[in-house]
T-cell receptor, first 116, second 115 residues
Framework: AQSVTQLGSHVSVSEGALVLLRCNYSSSVPPYLFWYVQYPNQGLQLLLKYTTGATLVKGINGFEAEFKKSETSFHLTKPSAHMSDAAEYFCAVSGYYGGSQGNLIFGKGTKLSVKP | ETGVTQSPTHLIKTRGQQVTLRCSSQSGHNTVSWYQQALGQGPQFIFQYYREEENGRGNFPPRFSGLQFPNYSSELNVNALELDDSALYLC??????????????FGPGTRLTVL
């Protein structure tokens, strides 16, 4: 069975500071990993995803994440936080259903606050 | 390119009633997945439809059912509503054929309140 653990339900940073949101996964097969962002009262928007190949993945809005198999981690980072980054962030791993794409298994989310 | 749309935006029902939520998939996508997001939680997979058939289901009772139409749009039906069914229901569309790496594109959701 696959699962995702996001460490820290709430992270607060100052504007311009490094953003680090932690995600650890459990998967018996090579995982596909995703980060989504959710702004208040909205759906989820894909930030980035890892499938195969390069382990450092760059996404939208200056975010990136590194797949570390040995640590079963996929932490999300951004060098300099902006006020507009305040939102909830979800890490997800893709499940498998034979022959077709699988469902997404989400972590509980991390709410990012950015202080001026 | 038209994104994923859902209707209605908000819905209030009473316990025991039935509800139907609707989703139009993004142009060119043939797979629709439904998720339930309770307050303060991550989305939980309900089921997925591909070629008008259910293609995987999460840990939800049979009173949660769905349909997919030839144009790939979809409905989620919930019978005998319970208070715990109050949540944001998210629909996501994708293009099958690339295994679990396909990106799922989410709609804005339907907020269901059960009183």
């Amino acid at each position: 069975a696959q699962s995702v653990t996001q460490l820290g339900s709430h992270v607060s940073v100052s504007e311009g500071a490094l953003v680090l949101l932690r995600c650890n996964y459990s998967s018996s097969v090579p995982p596909y990993l995703f980060w989504y962002v959710q702004y208040p009262n909205q759906g989820l928007q894909l930030l980035l995803k890892y499938t195969t190949g390069a382990t450092l993945v760059k996404g939208i809005n200056g975010f990136e994440a590194e797949f570390k198999k040995s640590e079963t981690s996929f932490h999300l980072t951004k060098p300099s936080a902006h006020m507009s980054d305040a939102a909830e962030y979800f890490c997800a791993v893709s499940g498998y259903y034979g022959g077709s794409q699988g469902n997404l298994i989400f972590g509980k989310g991390t709410k990012l606050s950015v202080k001026p | 390119e038209t994104g994923v749309t859902q209707s209605p935006t908000h819905l209030i029902k009473t316990r025991g009633q039935q509800v139907t939520l609707r989703c139009s998939s993004q142009s060119g996508h043939n797979t629709v997945s439904w998720y339930q997001q309770a307050l303060g939680q991550g989305p939980q997979f309900i089921f997925q439809y591909y070629r008008e058939e259910e293609n995987g289901r999460g840990n939800f009772p049979p009173r949660f059912s769905g349909l997919q139409f030839p144009n790939y749009s979809s409905e989620l039906n919930v019978n005998a509503l319970e208070l715990d069914d109050s949540a944001l229901y998210l629909c996501a569309s994708s293009l099958a054929g690339t295994g679990g790496s396909s990106t799922q594109y989410f709609g804005p959701g339907t907020r269901l309140t059960v009183l």
